[in-house]
DNA sequence: ATAGAAAAATGACTTATAGTCATTTTATGA
DNA sequence: TCATAAAATGACTATAAGTCATTTTTCTAT
C-alpha cells in the first residue's frame, strides 16, 4: 500500500514487458508458419509442423491463434502490410500520377518476384471457403490493410486528374480497376506454372506494362 | 468361332453402352459434388457426403474420380464449359469487336450471377495447393478450356483490329489483359461479401462495365 | 438356365491431423 | 518461501481422406 505508486508504475511495465513478450511470441509462431507454408503450401502443413518448428507444443499455438486459417490470414495481412510499405515508398515522389503508376508497377512486380509465396497466401486466403473460417476482426484488418494499398493508387491517380493529365472521372473506380487487372494478370500467371507459358506465350512483365499503358491511355485527356 | 463377327459387333455395343454407363455415374457423382460443393464450401464438404447424396459408398467414389481435389477441378472444368457455350452464343453475332465485347461482357455477367458458386470453384480451382494435388491430364483439360474462353475474346479484338475499328494490337495481349480485369474485379467482388460494399462502394455491374470502356477507349483509334 | 469369370461396389479399416483440455511447469508477488 | 496466476504441454477425441479384402452384380460361354 505505502508504495503503490511505484507498484502501479512497475506493474505497468510488467504488463507492457508481458504484451511484448506475446507479441514476440506470436510473431515467433507467424515466422515459422511462413517457413512451412511457403515450403508446403496450406493443405500439407500441419499445425504440428508450425509447432515444432517453433520449439512449442501444438497446444499453446492455439494460445495464439483460434485455428490453423488465422494464422494463414494473419500471415497474408503481414504480406499485404509488406507490399503497402513498398508502395508508399513508390508513392511517395513528387512526380506526376502517370510516373508514379509506373514507379508503383515496377515496385508491385518487384515484390512479387520476390514474394510470389506470399501472393499465393494472399490468393488464398481471399477464397470465401477460407474466410469462413474466420473471425470478422481479422478479416478487416486484412481488408483495410488492402484498402490502404488502393487508396495508395487512388491518390496517385487523383493526382493525375489534378494536374490535369488524366481526364475527369472516379479515382476510386479506376484505382479498383487497375488493381483487378495487375492481379488478375498476376493470378493467372500463377495459376499453373506448368502451361503457362504455353497459354499465353507472353513474359509477365511486358503484359504488365502493356496493361498499365493501356489503362493510361485510356485515362488521358485526348 | 463361328458367329465371330457378330460377337464383336455386339461386344462393341456393349463396350459403348459399359462406357455411356459409366459417363453417367461420373456424371451422377459430379452432380451430387457440385450441390454439396456449392452448399457447404471445398473444406467442408466430405467425399462421404458426396458418396450419401448420389447413393454410392465412399470406396466407389474413388473408383471414378482419384481424390477429393480431382472432383472439385472436374467441376470447375464444367463450369468452364458452360461459360464457353455461353460465350460462343453471344460471340457468334455478326457484330464488330466493339459490340461483341459489349455482349460478351452481359453475358460473363449474367453467367456470374446465376452461377455464382461456379465462380468460387474455379477461383480455389485455380490455386497451386489444389492443382498440386490434381493430374497433369485434368488440369491441362481446364487449362484449354479457360483457353477457349479467351480465344473467343481474342478473335472479337481481331474483328475490331480488321474492321479498323481498334488500333493495332496484339489481340492475344489484349484479351488477357481484358481477362484479367473482369475476373479480378469479379473476384475482389466475391472476396469478401460483408465489407464489399464499404469497400468499393460501386455497384459491380457499373464498374464491369466501366472497366471495359476504359478497355476499348485505349484500344481504339485516336 | 447355369456355372464360373470379370467388373463393380462396398464399408470396415488405417492413417493423419485439427482442435481440446486436464495436468504440469513456470513466473509473479506478498 | 509459499500461494496464486499465467503459460505451456501433449495425450486424447473427433473427424475425414483414402485403401483394400470381401461381397454383390453383371456378363459370357455352354
Redesign the interface.
Known amino acids: 500500500m505505502t508504495y503503490s505508486h511505484f507498484m502501479n508504475e512497475s506493474q505497468t511495465l510488467k504488463a507492457e514487458r508481458k504484451i511484448k513478450e506475446k507479441t514476440a511470441r506470436r510473431d515467433a509462431i507467424l515466422k515459422a508458419a511462413k517457413d512451412a507454408f511457403f515450403k508446403n503450401?496450406?493443405?500439407?502443413t500441419t499445425v504440428e509442423d508450425i509447432a515444432d518448428s517453433c520449439g512449442l507444443a501444438k497446444g499453446t499455438i492455439y494460445l495464439y491463434f483460434k485455428s490453423k486459417e488465422e494464422i494463414y490470414v494473419s500471415l497474408m495481412t503481414k504480406g499485404l502490410e509488406l507490399l503497402k510499405k513498398e508502395m508508399l515508398k513508390a508513392a511517395s515522389a513528387e512526380y506526376d500520377g502517370d510516373k508514379i503508376l509506373y514507379q508503383l508497377l515496377a515496385i508491385y512486380y518487384k515484390f512479387y518476384l520476390k514474394n510470389r509465396k506470399y501472393f499465393?497466401i494472399i490468393?488464398?486466403s481471399?477464397?470465401?471457403?477460407?474466410?469462413?473460417?474466420v473471425s470478422?476482426e481479422l478479416?478487416?484488418s486484412s481488408?483495410e490493410t488492402a484498402?490502404d494499398c488502393?487508396g495508395i493508387l487512388n491518390d496517385a491517380i487523383k493526382r493525375g486528374i489534378k494536374s490535369g493529365s488524366f481526364k475527369q472521372t472516379?479515382p476510386?473506380?479506376?484505382a479498383?480497376?487497375l488493381?483487378?487487372?495487375?492481379?488478375?494478370?498476376i493470378?493467372?500467371y500463377?495459376?499453373?506454372?506448368?502451361?503457362r507459358e504455353e497459354?499465353?506465350?507472353?513474359k509477365l512483365e511486358k503484359?504488365l506494362i502493356?496493361?498499365l499503358?493501356?489503362?493510361?491511355?485510356?485515362?488521358r485527356i485526348?
Chains 1, 2 share one sequence.
Not at 500463377?190 to 502451361?195: A, L, Q
Open positions: 503450401g496450406f493443405m500439407e499465393r490468393f488464398l481471399s477464397h470465401p471457403d477460407v474466410r469462413r473460417r470478422g478479416l478487416k481488408v484498402n488502393l472516379d476510386w473506380q479506376a479498383n480497376i488493381w483487378a487487372m495487375v492481379n488478375g494478370l493470378m493467372k500463377e495459376t499453373d506454372p506448368i502451361y497459354i499465353v506465350g507472353i503484359i502493356e496493361s499503358n493501356l489503362f493510361l491511355d485510356g485515362l485526348k
